[in-house]
């Protein structure tokens, strides 16, 4: 289901500068979520964030299989708690959507949908763009209910 997500189309519909996929990935007994999937990235760094469920904004989304919108990271995420989320450090995102990708009613991985500029999202914005992107995607994202 993941292969017919178009992380290109997403971009185009949000109006965002950045798009991301994550998915967890299985190492021996380790359970990782990744950064997969890209389309507006300013570097490949994204490639080396590999976190626990849980951790950085993949592995929140992920574990708690809810949507989070960030209006202002300088605001909203405190500067000594930045440096737990890679992604935006590295691609300088300075708001986002981020929503679970649910398949058989569980997370199986996350989309997140980043600016490079604050307050271009907003809590009421950000219901539409998910119903936008599941019909899209023709994908059930954690969130919304059609």
């Known amino acids: ?25 299985g190492m021996f007994d380790d359970v990782q979520v990744k950064w997969t999937h890209i389309t507006g990235n300013m570097n490949n760094r994204y490639k080396r964030i590999a976190v626990g469920p849980g951790k950085g904004i993949a592995g929140v989304i992920y574990k708690t299989g809810k949507p989070w919108t960030v209006e202002n990271v300088s605001s909203e995420i405190p500067l000594p708690e930045r440096h737990q989320y890679p ?43 998910i119903k936008n992107i599941q019909k899209a995607c023709k994908c059930e994202l954690g969130g919304v209910h059609l």
């Not at 490079?116 to 763009?129: A, F, G, I, N, W």
């Open 87 to 129: 992604i935006l450090i590295n691609e300088k995102i300075r708001s986002f959507i981020a929503v679970p990708i649910i398949q058989n009613g569980m997370p199986e991985g996350v989309i997140l949908i980043g600016y490079r500029t604050p307050e271009r999202v907003s809590k009421s914005l950000t219901m539409t763009y």
């Open 1 to 25: 289901m993941k292969n017919t997500i178009n992380l290109d189309h997403i971009r185009q519909i949000t109006h965002s500068d950045f798009v991301g996929m994550a998915e967890e990935i």
